[in-house]
DNA sequence: GAGTGGTCTAGACCACCAA
DNA sequence: TGGTGGTCTAGACCACTCA
């Protein structure tokens, strides 16, 4: 039942739906791609106005939680589609020009949380992880050196093998396999000097100058569930950022 | 007048009251810091409901043009408050503690547009412009060299006098001294090494690794009106940066 | 208490899409 | 043609601020 009474702490009728949207997400009542139901629909089951429940799916859409699409209806937003794919990815090319991506993976192993994965991640210390090291080649030339973390427990069963049946997309195989979508992240950039292994993986001198990329992934409730290191070369692409 | 017809490219309403809006904002008729007239009165202004001219506002305020305060009023925003001076600034400390920040002016010269800084700020080749460099500390240790190069044209009088005047805040100078206001930025992030000049100035090893931010400002009408490079000591900051 | 922004409603109509 | 999201209205009422 919704609250419409004059409570202790205010909270307008549309945050409500808000969460009760929200829920509806997270118990995979409507899962990534599918169709929401319509306003009218939810209004009625609500019982609110057409316009209490728009403004609860804005502020969702807002976040890309949920795509509206005229004519057709709001649907479940996902990593899957292409050109949603790369959401994340923030680094382009210097000219521009369109680029090929490919990807390399060097290990996936296991793994245990030392104190400081554990706590960016809320796990206990000694928790068992999955490592992924890998590299990302743009139009042929290798760019990235990635270093991916997440927990062991809610990805059972992350492999190399299923991390190349996916070709690499690890948001999308997230999704599709574990039912965990990426809502949110993090990232914190400094300037770093590459490392003999670094510099090796990437043909590069040893100190050249790297950006160095740190992420954290956080799905529905804020609850963190990745992390990832991209050390990157930015002779010919850069970090886009924009400000408001 | 308002065109509420079928015009052969649908323009909504709000978004019509959004660039008049706009316009009065360009025009001077509402000054940074000032409030603007109510929604009630806009309304009636323009000849629309009350919810039409709300979402334009939604709108503006959601790009950070104007800044709604409940019970008071809808305000132009300004960069000349407190907390809100360093709004463009993604760089924090590691340790996540408070920072004094203090600027040393380096140089303030006159100088000619090539062609590079002409295509970026929409000038021709040769143009007149304004160039500053500057070291800004962080809690005692110098941490960025800023190189910062506006036209000459609408910052006449811009000198080294007057930045100190107003201790270093270029923004908030723009704005009190030329009546220019910065509504957005766009920032191209790379790794670097340091040059020999920088390297002295921040007191560093040659060919130490530095996060460099090249930043293009604009004003309204997406006009670009200043380009600056940043070279930062990573050591114990970093670039913030949030994904949705 | 007067004035401001913020919420909520009910209903009309428009633009877009697919069958 | 019917369903979906998108716009717009008029009006009621609530929450916040300040004199």
Known sequence: MIDKSNSPSYRPLYDQIKVLLTQSLIGGEWRPGDMIPSEIDLASRFKVSQGTVRKAIDSLAGENI???????????????????????????????????????????????????????????????LIEVKRLLTFSGRPLIYDHIIVPAAPFKGLNSTRIE????????????????????????????????????????????????????????????????????????????????
Chains 1, 2 share one sequence.
């Open 66 to 128: 949920l795509i509206r699409r005229q004519g057709k209806g709001t649907f479940v937003a996902t990593h899957n589609e292409e050109g949603i794919k790369l959401r994340f990815l923030r680094l382009t090319s210097a000219s521009g020009q369109k680029e090929v991506l490919q990807n390399e993976l060097l290990t996936c192993s296991k793994a245990k949380a030392d104190i400081r994965i554990a706590k960016v991640l809320e796990l206990k210390a000694g928790a068992a």
């Open 165 to 244: 049946e996916n070709n690499g997309s690890m948001y999308s195989m997230y999704e599709t396999e574990y039912g965990i979508r990426m809502i949110r992240a993090e990232e914190r950039l400094t300037a770093v000097a590459a490392t003999s292994a670094v510099a090796e993986a990437l043909n590069l001198k040893l100190g050249a100058p790297l950006l160095s990329i740190e992420r954290v992934s956080y799905t529905y409730g804020d609850k963190p569930m990745e992390w990832r290191l991209g050390l990157c070369l930015t002779d010919d692409h850069h970090y886009m950022s924009e400000l408001e």
